[in-house]
């Protein structure tokens, strides 16, 4: 099973990520691991060969947990921080339609933007409305193409209802 989890930074992403692995692996007989992002700035390329070469073949008997997508985050902070979108009229339906499960997290506007002294990528704070904007779009977008979206608020869900069909 492939599972990504997306949304803005502060979201509780990385969080629930390492969760889901622990609460998937005391199944001795599972197998779940934590995919990170890549990071910022990589070029279509390495985005590319990265999930071609993380995302498990349909059926298999593991999960991975992304925490974070390379395609969803291009579509996000590319247009907007980076003035680009690598991925523009390229069809990523064939990497999509192996993601068995898109968990959208979002706690909240105020708990969003309560960044405390956490580190954010230049332009994240001054951009914050329009991020969150764009990833709520791409949640509804993503669920009205028939994929399997579930939203997640860390302050008031169990992470384990996540996983219920």
Partial sequence: MNIVIFGCDNTGKTTLASQLVDYLN??????AEAIHSLGPNKTYDEMMTFMQEKLLPVNSKHTRIFDRFPF???????PLLRGENKFVGVNVKDLLDKVDLFVYCYPG????LNWGDREQMDGVKERAFEL???YN???????SNGYN???????CDDFRRLLDD
């Fill in 26 to 31: 005391e199944d001795v007989d599972y197998v």
């Fill in 72 to 78: 969803i985050e291009e579509s996000i902070y590319g």
């Fill in 109 to 112: 506007l105020f708990t969003i």
């Fill in 132 to 134: 969150i904007d764009a």
């Fill in 137 to 143: 779009r791409l949640a509804v977008q993503l669920k």
């Fill in 149 to 155: 979206v579930k939203e997640y608020n860390f302050r």
